[in-house]
């Protein structure tokens, strides 16, 4: 049974916001124009969109803050803020006592505030960070600054040991640096190559007889045990020499490598070094700064990337003990997880498939920090996942015996999430915290080591971001819980489970928490309004006091479409498709023409009540609704926001989901919003334009014409971290390939059809659009045309190419709608 959904329009989430944020005005500042008074997007206005404004160098619009975060001492708020028509950056701080003033921090003053992910001291009273590759530490109360290195090697992974001694990498070393004395030791030094043998006594006839006959040959021989003999001696009976060497192999890299806080330890994940990618791997670039054509080397393909795996080891630093932490202590490390896809693929090519036990290919997980240690040292919890994509072991080491202990198993028969990742140590109950999809939506959960999880927060919607307070008695995170396009900030006590929301401001809102965790740092916007920065205490209720203004007045006075988030009414499963609608500002009477946008990245969210990643085109719609079209924006089938279910609805049949609920919006748009149905086109980049060619390769009649820009045409051409989530790998699975790519459905088109192209492009190949372009010609289908654009990367970046291909865009829908 069919369920209906409205919701209310962006409007009156923007009256809301005006109700709950308190505006500031901040003094003038030498600097550039940072701050400015504050205004409403969108104000009475006679202005005319066009296509040259709104394709034009976006620094028109607003410069936001970038990279924004909290100064050490709770009172100040950097962020980098772009020049005007200058890809330069500059940090700017906003002291936030009394009345905000904005200033620039000199150049030579950044290496004193660049401390964003300072590490603290367990007294509070002193941080360490690295800027430019150097270590720096800096004492709290006061503000001042050491530096500690000061070299052309680039340390990082900068820490404070338990015993007081400030750790950091440098390259494959690890480094304790004693900063009351100044010595420096070297911990570990990881080298992958052969460890060196010792020297052999000679084995073969040959060898034998050399020694025998040769006095030269046995003298050196002998010369090179006696030095030997001394060079041990020293080693063992002088402590002011280091040998710290671990030897992995000749052609391996280290992936991950963590320390211990006492400097006593070291977990790392050792892989192979050689590339998958093959010398036909390449990209030509035809426009070049000496002329010729440069082959510049991309990504392997998912039908031609190999199976990767990593070897986990723990390394002992007091004994020189190097074990490695092998997965069969993982549950289901041996499972074939995939049997029944093979199964089907192998009776489609008349065979029978004989499923085996046999181990899986593991890593550890390409998240943020996958490895973390307690603060006393002695837990380390490791993140690991399959090179199948099926499972997520979150596990801690036993040291005694050395081997992984497994905490948590995530399996997900689709693919394992991407994001919701984060995980963390509760070091005074010595529990784990981690988010899972286990429920159908990211959640938080504790557990203790020897004990069950504890599921903290729950309901439908999607918990992130988290910050767990000093006292470890609650965490702060970002979720969708009163509306899965706003994103407020919550507080979650751990021991009652208790919810509470602390901003509501509406749109979409990221967050810090300040260091002495009174404030947060809040990135606030709606659909309407650039992002800006607000402060707010830390607790419920309390007022927002803008930091920033970065919108300029041209922006300001255009008149904007502002859309309505509307819930579209399913016809294949009970929650609705979450879709911006931008409704035409003059009207004749008539029927309204009308296009469909659909997002890229597949798994993203665009009708969420924030300011769009996609700001061309909500200028674009806006242009569009002036000119009397309906547009709508959905969140189809894979998009992000909407739990586990809807992500993985795609799984093993890309393009089918998607098109369905396309077909719903349609019907939509005729039904509540006058359309005539024979005139609506479509239109999206990237995964948008897959979309675009399947819903007019297998649907036909749904679309008059369509743009397809940086399209995906064969998913085997795509790469693997991607694409094997949703479709396994083409040599497991061609099956789902062939029936999820494009270029196996052209000859459904019927319909006029625009193909732009970037020629750079290292995401999705210009090959895609090649082959595509062939294959419609060896069709004989007329009815497409090609433009391509020869300096663009994926992401367009020249004015003039937005410009062009928004001209051609506009041209396809006033021609054919």
Known sequence: MKKHFLVATIALTVAACANTVAPTQTSAQPAPAVVKGEQAAGHASDTTITLEKIMSDPDWIARSPQSWYWGANSETVYFQQKREGNPVTDLFSVNIAGEPATNQVPLNQLHQVNDRYAVKHESGRKAVYTYKGNVFIKSLPSGNVKQLTHTSVRESQAMFLNDGRVAYRAGNAFFAHDINTGQVQELANLKMAAAPSDIQEPDSYLAKEQHKLIDYIALQHRNAKLQEKQNQAIKSENDTITDNAFYFG?????????????????????????????NTDIMPNYVTNDGDIHAERVRARVAENREYSQSLYLVDLKSGNLSK?????????????????????????????????????????????????????????????????????????????????????LHDDAWINWTFNEFGWLNQSNSLFYLSEESGYSHLYIKPLSGKARQLTSGKYEVSDLTLTHDEQAFYFKGNKTHPGIYEVYRVDVSSAAVEAITQLGGNNSYALSPDETRLLIEHSTVTMPPELYVQDATADAEATRMTFTVSEAFLSMPWVAPEVVAVPSSNQAEPIYSRVYRPTTSDGQKHRAVMFSHGAGYLQNSHLGWSGYFREFMFHSMLAQQGYVVIDMDYRASKGYGRDWRTAIYRHMGKPEVEDMRDGVNWLVDNANVDR??????????????????????????????????????????????SNILNTPGDDA???????????????????????????????????????????????????????????????????????????????????
């Open 325 to 409: 932490l092998k997965y069969d202590t993982l549950p289901g490390f041996d499972e074939d997880v995939l049997a029944s896809v093979r199964k089907e693929n192998y009776a489609r090519a008349g065979k029978t498939y004989s499923s085996e036990k046999s181990p899986r290919n593991i890593h550890v997980m390409s998240a943020s920090r996958p490895i973390k240690w307690s603060k006393n040292g002695e837990q380390v919890a490791v993140l690991l996942e399959a090179w199948d994509n099926k499972d997520r072991w979150l596990a801690t080491v036993n040291f005694e015996n050395p081997s992984l202990v497994s905490q948590h198993r």
């Open 678 to 723: 024979q005139r609506i086109g479509t239109y999206g980049g990237s995964y948008g334009g897959f979309l675009t060619l399947m819903s007019m390769f297998t649907q036909p009649d749904l679309f008059q014409s369509g743009a397809a820009l940086r399209l995906v045409s064969d998913w085997a051409y795509y790469n693997h971290g991607y694409t």
């Open 735 to 817: 099956i789902a390939y062939e029936r999820s790519s494009p270029i196996y459905f052209a000859e459904g088109l019927e319909k006029p059809l625009l193909i732009n192209a970037p020629m750079i492009d290292d995401n999705v190949f210009f090959q895609d659009t090649v082959r595509l372009v062939q294959r419609l010609i060896e069709l004989e289908k007329q009815d497409f045309e090609t433009a391509i654009y020869p300096v663009e990367p994926h992401g367009f970046v020249q004015p003039s190419s937005w410009l062009d291909e928004y001209r051609r865009i506009y041209k396809l829908f006033e021609e054919t709608l």
């Open 250 to 278: 000749k052609g391996n890299r280290v992936s991950h490598a963590s320390l211990s806080p006492n400097g006593d330890k070291l977990i790392v994940s050792i892989s192979v070094a050689k590339s998958s990618r093959k």
